[in-house]
């Protein structure tokens, strides 16, 4: 058995392997970086990759420890699991050898569930038409087993999900139609059809719905097992059947890929899908939904993989970015997602809109999410040996790809914000929530490099654990408020902490020339050569153009990045850079790879232009 199977199948795998095996664990263990194995609750791992929440989140946490000590955001251990909610102790037709009453459906309240439906997965599951959902649907209440253009199976489970964001919603009825759903739709699984990757896939949105992220994620392979099998992967293979079963089978592949490239960027695993087509917008057909998921492929599979970026391929994925936001109006259009604002005759935000701009601006997040990281470790270093207090921002020679980031994540929030107060939101909303809480601990990280002094990072923050707690029915969002909510209060102490630090400063200043009353002595006179005002001292090395230029060669493609020695790097080790300055966030062009280290190194790092969409 190897180290890792140990590391896998005991909880305490150090202390019963061999010398040997203890080294092959520890070498493991270097190459898996931010990398995961998390308890879950029946006491076994789930892997959990680098681009996940959970593994920023780790990174954050960590910072935080160092530089404002133990608190509750950094001793809270409820992240340290993979929280999973509890299946239904009683699966009525898979664990119940007695026949089993169907689910009583009536016609009004299945109509509200397929408007909920609807409203809930717009732009994200596109493959039914609400017109032929209802058009069908009394014919199929009389008679559920009666042959219909949607098979019974996919009824109970679109209800299902209805049931599952409707405002007033019943959460054990939700139950029971989706397991009666996920039953009768096991009829699908020995052949492969359009019906069963439907099936599946539908199955997979319940699950992460009802915050079963593994089961929905294993669930959503038997759906691209069954797009394989069918071609829908080959543009060409579509292209030989009929118009509407092109689009169709075209449709069907987009929904695949979000769902893939949603679970694989949120929990760090490789897609189990890739692009063939030309997603360009020079495409009649072209699809904004399956441009951007090609960008998410590239970053997962070109940075996050590979574990070390590159500028020519930053360069090549920014590219990718400023393609898309020229032509992502027109491939709306393709997407038959509706550009208004609020949905018609309402005051309901756009939730279509909503689902594919988050998604933007989460591949910027997702991207510069390495340049932030590293920038801030620096500043936190400088702390150490200087007065943080003088510092009005991040010092660093990579600007812009930092500023890309803390204004994708406040840009995530103003595009949210519209969703406080709504009265008829639906209860679950993943793909929102999983924005959300992506933003806000980026805004929470970047207080400590006090980049509050440039971005609305406190309001913004607020706001995120606001809408948080919006979502009461959902355990995924409830928890992440939890989390939220401890970060912001330590950011609102390192903020007070600072200021604190500057009044101290300014007592000095102002006592060294106009005096300081006291009631023990009438005055006291402080020399005013006590107090200069020097260069703050920065921390070398880990930022190409901090350090020293010998450590680093701006001429050399190859140059590596440490993140963790930004952690390490000796105190007495430092060069003289004027923090106080402010510099213009250019985009840097220096050749040079950033390679994920197995400490900090969870997330790459890009330029880009950005459009106020």
Same mark, same amino acid.
């Given at each position: ?35 995961? &194995?998390? @308890?879950?609750?029946? /006491?076994?791992?789930? *892997?959990?990759? #680098?681009? !996940?929440?959970?593994?920023? $989140?780790?990174?954050?946490?960590? &910072?935080? @420890?160092?530089?404002? /000590?133990?608190?509750? *955001?950094?001793? #809270?251990? !409820?992240?340290?699991?993979? $929280? ?530």
């Amino acid at each position: 058995m190897s180290a890792t199977d140990g590391f896998l199948n005991t909880s305490t795998p150090r202390h019963k392997a061999d010398q040997g095996s203890k080294q092959a664990f520890h070498d493991a263990e270097a190459a898996l970086g931010d990398a995961m &194995l998390l @308890r879950d609750q029946r /006491g076994g791992y789930t *892997f959990v990759g #680098d681009s !996940s929440n959970i593994s920023f $989140l780790r990174t954050v946490r960590s &910072l935080v @420890r160092r530089v404002h /000590g133990d608190c509750d *955001f950094a001793n #809270d251990k !409820s992240q340290q699991t993979m $929280l999973e909610a509890s299946p239904e102790k009683h699966t009525y037709w898979v664990h119940s050898r007695e026949p089993c009453d169907l689910p009583e459906v009536t016609l009004n309240v299945a109509r509200s569930q397929i408007t909920s439906y609807c409203l809930a997965t717009n732009c994200i599951l596109d493959v039914f038409d609400e017109t032929d959902l209802m058009s069908g649907l009394e014919a199929w209440i009389i008679t559920p087993e009666a042959r219909s253009a949607i098979p019974s199976p996919l009824y109970y489970l679109v209800l299902a999900i209805g049931e599952q964001t409707r405002p007033n919603g019943d959460d054990h009825m939700a139950y029971r139609l989706f397991d009666c759903g996920r039953h009768t739709a096991q009829r699908f699984m020995e052949e492969a059809s359009v019906w069963t990757v439907r099936a599946y896939f539908l199955i997979s949105m319940y699950m992460l719905n009802a915050c079963r992220r593994n089961a929905a994620f294993m669930y959503l392979g038997t759906a691209v097992r069954a797009a394989y099998a069918l071609g829908l992967h080959r543009k060409e293979v579509n292209y030989q059947f009929s118009k509407d079963e092109q689009r169709e089978r075209e449709r069907l592949w987009k929904v695949i890929r979000i769902l893939d490239l949603f679970m694989g960027a949120s929990l760090g695993r490789p897609p189990s899908t890739s692009e063939s087509r030309i997603t360009s917008g020079t495409e009649e057909d072209y699809s904004a939904s399956t441009d951007l998921c090609y960008i998410f492929e590239r970053i997962l599979t070109d940075v996050y993989a590979k574990r070390t970026v590159s500028t020519t391929s930053l360069k090549s994925i920014s590219t990718l970015h400023l393609e898309w936001a020229s032509h992502f109006r027109r491939g709306m259009v393709t997407d038959r997602i509706d550009a208004s604002e609020f949905m018609a005759g309402s005051d309901m935000p756009n939730i279509s809109v909503v689902h594919l701009i988050e998604a933007y601006y989460w591949t910027i997040i997702l991207l510069t999410r390495p340049f932030l990281t590293e920038a801030i470790i620096t500043h936190a270093n400088t702390a150490r040996g200087a007065r943080a207090q003088d510092a009005c921002g991040v010092p660093t020679a990579d600007g812009g790809s930092v500023t890309a980031c803390v204004y994708a994540a406040v840009k995530t929030i103003d595009l949210l914000k519209r969703f406080l107060g709504v009265q008829s939101l639906p209860r679950r909303l993943p793909f929102v929530t999983n924005c959300l809480f992506v933003a806000s601990l980026v805004l929470g990280f970047a207080h400590f490099g006090d980049l509050d002094q440039k971005f609305p990072l406190a309001s913004h923050l607020e706001i995120a654990h606001r809408l948080l707690l919006q979502f009461t029915d959902d355990l995924l969002a409830q928890h992440n408020a939890h989390t939220i909510g401890y970060l912001r209060d330590v950011c609102s102490e390192y903020i007070a902490g600072r200021v604190s630090g500057r009044m101290h400063l300014h007592d000095q200043l102002v006592a060294s020339t106009f005096g300081r009353m006291s009631m023990e002595s009438q005055c006291e006179y402080i020399d005013q050569s006590t107090y200069c005002a020097t260069p703050t001292t920065l921390s070398h090395g880990t930022l190409a153009g901090l350090g020293n230029q010998e450590d680093i060669d701006p001429t050399t493609p190859s140059a590596h990045v440490s993140l963790a020695s930004a952690l390490d790097m000796p105190e007495d080790s430092t060069t003289q850079i004027d923090v106080l300055s402010d510099p213009s966030p250019e985009w840097s062009t220096m050749p040079r790879t950033l390679c994920f280290d197995a400490l900090f190194g969870d997330s790459p790092f890009f330029s880009t232009t950005l459009y106020d969409i």
